[in-house]
Antibody, heavy 114, light 108 residues
Framework: QVQLVQSGAEVKKPGASVKVSCKTSGYTFTEYYLQWVRQAPGQGLEWMGW????????NYAQKFQGRVTMTRDTSITTAYMELTRVRYDDTAVYYC???????WGQGTLVTVSS | EIVLTQSPGTLSLSPGERATLSCRASQSVSSTYLGWYQQKPGQAPRLLIY???SRATGIPDRFSGSGSGTDFTLTISRLEPEDFAVYYC?????????FGQGTKLEIK
């Protein structure tokens, strides 16, 4: 069965970077776009961008341009999302998901706190 | 960029009633790339409808999707207690794949 397993919760100080991983299995990793979505406490779903695993092409929401980098390692069918210069309002649950499907990771809570 | 506007923001209904949720796009969206998600507290979103009108695996037939172009609708024919949640639409036709702001379906 398809699984997306994300890395564990992170606590970061303002200005630091955070990198979340998304280990996939059960499907052909290179055939489907993978998106990253975040949800701040009590808020809606915020789309951050996608990566095309077969060639590494990316597309980021304008809000995150310059701060987010999405990468992948096809040898281990894992995608990564790195967010730099984090701020208090980056505190959220971060999800990876195969675009247009019911295949989502369990979410990774990133807390930004001094 | 395509903006999705969901209405109403909150819908208060009783079990057994019919729910109609709207998702309006600022530009035309291919029906193939319009999805509806349900989210409950502390859980990841769950895909209900893809391609505007196709039910995802395991989704009860009381859920149905319709629409085309700029207007899409999610209908829940008879509400069950477990249907009270937040619902989001998402288009993945044209980047950015922004979500609607959500409709909270609450028990009246």
């Amino acid at each position: 069965q398809v699984q997306l397993v994300q890395s564990g919760a992170e606590v970061k100080k303002p200005g630091a970077s955070v990198k979340v991983s998304c280990k996939t299995s059960g499907y052909t990793f290179t055939e489907y776009y993978l998106q990253w979505v975040r949800q701040a406490p009590g808020q809606g779903l915020e789309w951050m961008g996608w990566i095309k695993p077969n060639n590494g092409d990316t597309n980021y929401a304008q809000k995150f341009q310059g701060r987010v980098t999405m990468t992948r390692d096809t040898s281990i069918t894992t995608a990564y999302m790195e967010l730099t210069r984090v701020r208090y309002d980056d505190t959220a649950v971060y999800y990876c998901a195969v675009v247009g499907t019911d295949h989502w990771g369990q979410g990774t809570l990133v807390t930004v706190s001094s | 960029e395509i903006v999705l506007t969901q209405s109403p923001g909150t819908l208060s209904l009783s079990p057994g009633e019919r729910a109609t949720l709207s998702c309006r796009a600022s530009q035309s969206v291919s029906s193939t790339y319009l999805g509806w998600y349900q989210q409950k507290p502390g859980q990841a979103p769950r895909l209900l409808i893809y391609g505007a009108s196709s039910r995802a695996t395991g989704i009860p037939d009381r859920f149905s999707g319709s629409g085309s172009g700029t207007d899409f609708t999610l209908t829940i024919s008879r509400l069950e207690p477990e249907d009270f949640a937040v619902y989001y639409c998402q288009q993945y036709d044209s980047s950015p794949y922004i979500f609607g702001q959500g409709t909270k379906l609450e028990i009246k």
